[in-house]
Nanobody, 115 residues
Framework: QVQLVESGGGLVQAGGSLRLSCAASGLISRLNAMGWYRQASGKQRELVATVTTSGSTNYADSVKGRFTISRDNAKSTVYLQMNSLKPEDTAVYYC?????????WGKGTLVTVSS
């Protein structure tokens, strides 16, 4: 089993920044892609950004140029630096990790952006 714990969410004004962290524990050897997803109230969960073990990244169009995903393999931690936040970025942000074809999810951290 892989356990994922997110942190760093909170309330921020539009235009502000937040940095999310997700620490993996348990069976963390050979973790593959890790990433961030978000789910706004009344909407489906959507991809925000992913990063592979080699550092290749993928972003949703809505966050390109504003968000940066990074990964520290030694710490089994993935980060999401969020700049120029908008009210539409308000959501619960979930961390996801893949290992041997299995997907593991954290419980989420709430990000609220006020206008």
């Amino acid at each position: 089993q892989v356990q994922l714990v997110e942190s760093g969410g909170g309330l921020v004004q539009a235009g502000g920044s937040l940095r999310l962290s997700c620490a993996a524990s348990g069976l963390i050897s050979r973790l593959n892609a890790m990433g961030w997803y978000r789910q706004a109230s009344g909407k489906q969960r959507e991809l925000v950004a992913t990063v592979t073990t080699s550092g290749s990244t993928n972003y949703a169009d809505s966050v390109k140029g504003r968000f940066t995903i990074s990964r520290d393999n030694a710490k089994s931690t993935v980060y999401l630096q969020m700049n120029s936040l908008k009210p539409e970025d308000t959501a619960v942000y979930y961390c996801k990790a893949d290992r041997y074809g299995m997907a593991y999810w954290g419980k989420g951290t709430l990000v609220t952006v006020s206008s």
